[in-house]
């Protein structure tokens, strides 16, 4: 089915139905796209399934380049809110956590390209050269000597199980993962230490070296290459719908306070960790507002409507390595 799926994805995109699609199809006003790493380590390669690399990026943003009208972030925000028609075929490029290969990759083939783009930085990583807990999370189950676990929660509950084989152990980093953005806040931040026990790994361990975060003097870079635009992540990506309200108020202001202070410029644009619909609420929309961001964006890949609520912009992710299957999703 995979291999049927694939070969329709590359005969269209060879006999041009891919940009019939794109051209007389219901599309979307505006296609904002969400990227994470792009050079993905082998440990996460492993744990998560994903590939993304340089050479893909590029033919990707090629693709982008030929057929597609990017706009930077506060050029999306001024149709937005002036309620102007988005150009034909407008696209957003968005990279979410502040992965160094921003620096080192995108930013070069943005430029050569001539396509702005926007970084959302978890402040922390920049400020204490440390990875998001999300990917500590892969990280341990890929060092783990064990194969198998029980892992007992600070609010009573648990998760257990084994594996033999690498997709197996995937399947369990998914359930802790996505149990891990369910707790609460705190018990979440409990929970490292008592996943780190369970798998019989160091607490310590960071994949840091490994897919190394962006420092300010780069981020500083960034801004002032005129392509990147910068917007905040948080300071230490938690699920904000899992958080107090003090705590989420401070993620933001925090976050925006250090942005602010290191490069001298407004921060005024803002992604959700996670972004799906259940990792922010109401309260956190009003919270953000109140921080002083003008958007905040969801990795929720929908339609954006004309009434768009400026705090709630839709955002696909990047889930295919493949320019043909990635072509015809483009819309
Ligand atoms: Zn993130």
Redesign the pocket.
């Known amino acids: 089915m995979i291999a049927f799926r694939k070969m329709f994805y590359k005969l269209s995109f060879k006999t041009g139905l891919t940009r019939i699609k794109q051209r007389y199809l219901p599309r979307y006003p505006v296609t904002i796209l969400g990227y ?1 790493q792009i050079n993905t380590p082998e440990f996460l390669r492993e744990m998560m399934g994903w590939d993304m690399s340089p050479e893909i990026f590029q033919s990707q943003l090629e693709y982008i380049a030929k057929h597609f009208t990017v706009l930077s972030c506060s050029q999306f925000e001024q149709i937005l809110v002036e309620k102007r028609t988005f150009p034909e075929n407008a696209l957003v490029i968005t990279f ?2 502040g992965y160094r290969d921003v620096y080192d990759t995108a930013l070069p083939l943005l430029k050569k390209l001539g396509l702005p783009a926007t970084v ?1 930085v ?1 402040t922390d990583t920049a400020d204490n050269s440390c990875s ?1 807990w ?1 990917n500590i999370v892969y990280h341990y189950f890929h060092l783990t000597p064990r194969y198998e676990y029980q892992l007992d929660f600070p609010d009573g509950s648990s998760l257990q199980g084994q594996w033999s084989s690498v997709a197996e152990k995937r399947c369990h980093v998914f359930r802790v993962n996505r149990k891990m953005k369910t707790i609460s806040n705190q018990d979440r931040i409990q929970s490292m230490s008592l996943l780190a026990t369970a798998l019989d790994v160091d607490f310590a361990e960071d994949p840091y070296d490994l897919m190394p975060m962006l420092g300010w003097d780069m981020i500083r870079s960034l801004v002032q290459s005129d392509i990147f635009t910068l917007g905040s ?1 948080t300071v230490s ?1 938690p699920i904000l719908s899992r958080c107090s309200v003090e705590e989420q108020r401070w993620e933001m202001l925090e976050s925006r306070r250090r942005i602010e202070h290191e490069t001298g410029i407004s921060c005024r644009y803002f ?1 959700y ?3 799906q619909l259940e990792d922010f609420s109401e309260t956190t929309c009003l919270l953000g507002r109140e921080a002083g961001y003008a958007l905040a964006f969801t990795f929720q890949p929908e339609f954006l409507a004309e009434t768009q609520q400026s705090m709630a912009i839709p955002r696909h992710p990047i889930l295919t390595s493949d320019i043909y299957e990635f072509a015809w999703r483009l819309r």
């Open positions: 994470h979410d956590d959302f978890t998001i999300t992540h990506h992604a960790p996670n972004g």
